[in-house]
């Protein structure tokens, strides 16, 4: 149980232009869920907060009209990153936190390349 | 404020010998300290938890790791590596009732046939 999803898993586009990025717990209801962001080489920094059915809190320095979550159901929550530039390459991981207990199972990863 | 230091980038052990990644963290409240591993482009897996009960917990694959509140610490512990178990490893840690996780910068495990 408690299995988190991401897709897709690669996704290269075009510099200006947006993508989204869908995270999902498959087998329980996640009220929240989180995004984090990781550099090659480097730990994984939390991004944004995500609450079903409110708007998401985020991190100091993550801009909230670059990044835009949505999370519209207790099993889906979407990360569009917009007008993507090469330095938002990165890998991009999603978590769902399963109640009670406050644990959080992390999905696979979306690899994200801007050219 | 919570915060974790992995004191080691890079370790390497031959196969079949101990595995040590080192860990201390700093919290205000009741931490819960967790460990988990990443295999290449790969997502992260929990290897093990503690939450205020036994200060030794037992994880999967035969990891373990022992809280030390006077240390301030959380090594994680494996007693014959494997060629499997290379890959980077995270110690994170939780304060409270917070939902916010602290990961450290990670140890890179390396093993050598």
């Known amino acids: 149980g408690a299995v988190v999803s991401q897709h897709p898993s690669r996704v290269i586009c075009k510099s200006g232009t947006s993508v989204k990025i869908e995270c999902r717990s498959l087998d329980f209801q996640a009220t929240t869920m989180f995004w984090y962001r990781q550099f090659p080489k480097q730990s994984l920094m939390l991004m944004a907060t995500?609450?079903?059915?409110?708007?998401?809190?985020?991190e100091q320095g993550v801009e909230k009209d670059k990044f835009l979550i949505n999370h519209a159901s207790l099993t889906l929550s979407t990360l569009t990153v917009t007008s993507a530039h090469p330095e938002d390459s990165s890998f991009y991981i999603c978590?769902?936190?399963?109640?009670?207990?406050?644990?959080?199972?992390f999905g696979p990863g979306t690899r994200l390349t801007v050219t | 404020a919570q915060s974790v230091t992995q004191l080691d980038s890079h370790v390497s052990v031959s196969e079949g010998t101990p595995v040590l990644l080192r860990c201390n963290y700093s919290s205000s409240y009741s931490p819960s300290l967790f460990w988990y591993v990443q295999h290449p482009n790969k997502g992260l897996q929990l290897l093990l938890k503690?939450?205020?009960?036994?200060?030794l917990v037992k994880g999967i694959n035969g990891f373990e790791a022992e809280f030390k509140k006077s240390e301030t610490s959380f090594h994680l512990t494996k007693p014959s590596a494997h060629m499997s178990d290379a890959a980077e490893y995270f110690c994170?840690?939780?304060?409270?009732?917070?939902?916010?996780?602290?990961f450290g910068k990670g140890t890179h495990l390396i093993i050598q046939p």
């Open positions: 994170v840690v939780r304060e409270g009732g917070a939902d916010g996780l602290t």
């Open positions: 503690y939450t205020s009960a036994a200060t």
């Open positions: 995500s609450n079903e059915g409110s708007k998401a809190t985020y």
């Open positions: 978590s769902a936190r399963l109640p009670p207990g406050y644990e959080q199972y």
